[in-house]
């Protein structure tokens, strides 16, 4: 079973591994799994989350600064076997164990060969609706989502195809393409096939709903364009009457002065 353990460096003993699906709280709270004391340090503040996307950091409280690696960590950042998580004065080495073995009878590995560690992603899709609400789905290159056994995503909705819609972490950016599904693909309101996805874009595949988030602009406000592709009809009907208020008003000057 995959697991997270957390050792204080140059620190006796580890803390409590937590496990699939679980939560590991480090704080100055005498509750927290990770009990850190000194000034700055938030009673929460911070978490560390388990699921089948694997090991992830996420910033709770205000107070001082958390690096990862020596680099500072804005709002969240996926882990890794061997990382060091820095919080003031205090250290953390992190192990993570349980990733899938290889099969029975399959050749033993090289121990001379380079271990290669994926890279973090640029983008995740962050549920706000229905089952998916509050996951986040890290896009690592190629995602299909589908009701299919065979897609990266299994979403079990009645009216998802079974190879819906596949998205594409390039090096120019994110990109939506719709698998030709029979109710269709949504980005902002607007049925889509192929498009360019930006950071605040949300996504509609039949009732469940993404929002589009780029690791290095988490912490911006929500770009205006996304916000509007949601805004109900009605909420547009006063300005569309006042446009045409004015137009009229102009007309009928103009005819004033002709006269």
């Known amino acids: 079973m995959r697991s997270v353990t957390l050792a204080l460096a140059g620190a006796q003993g580890e803390h409590a591994a937590i496990r699939s699906a679980g939560e590991l709280r480090i704080g100055s709270a005498s509750d927290c799994d990770v009990c850190l004391p000194g000034g700055g340090i938030a009673p929460v503040h911070a978490?560390?989350?388990?699921?089948?996307?694997?090991?992830?950091?996420?910033?709770?409280?205000?107070?001082?600064?958390?690096?990862?690696?020596?680099?500072?960590?804005?709002?969240l950042a996926f882990l890794h076997d061997g990382d060091l998580i820095a919080i003031g004065e205090h250290r953390l080495e992190v192990g993570v164990q349980g990733e899938k073995q290889a099969p029975r009878g399959a050749e033993e590995?090289?121990?001379?060969?380079?271990?290669?560690?994926?890279?973090?992603?640029?983008?995740?899709?962050?549920?706000?609706?229905?089952?998916?609400?509050?996951r986040l789905i890290p896009i690592y290159g190629r995602l299909v989502i589908g009701r299919g056994a065979d897609c990266d995503l299994v979403l079990d909705e009645p009216g998802l195809s079974r190879r819906h819609a596949v998205l594409e972490a390039l090096p120019d950016g994110l990109f939506l393409r719709d698998m030709g599904s029979a109710n269709g693909s949504?980005?902002?309101?607007?049925?889509v096939r192929d498009t360019a996805l930006r950071h605040g874009d949300q996504i509609v595949l039949d009732s469940i709903r993404f929002l589009v988030q780029a690791i290095d602009q988490m912490e911006q406000p929500t770009p205006p364009a996304a916000k509007a592709g949601n805004a109900p009809a009605w909420r547009l009907l006063p300005w569309l009457l006042g446009g045409i208020a004015l137009f009229a008003a102009g007309v009928l000057t103009a005819l004033l002065l002709l006269r």
């Open 47 to 75: 978490r560390i989350t388990l699921d089948d996307d694997g090991a992830m950091l996420r910033l709770q409280g205000d107070g001082v600064p958390v690096q990862l690696n020596d680099r500072l960590v804005e709002s």
């Open 109 to 134: 590995p090289d121990e001379r060969a380079t271990r290669v560690r994926r890279v973090a992603p640029r983008y995740v899709l962050r549920g706000v609706t229905g089952s998916q609400f509050g």
């Open 186 to 191: 949504f980005v902002n309101g607007s049925r």
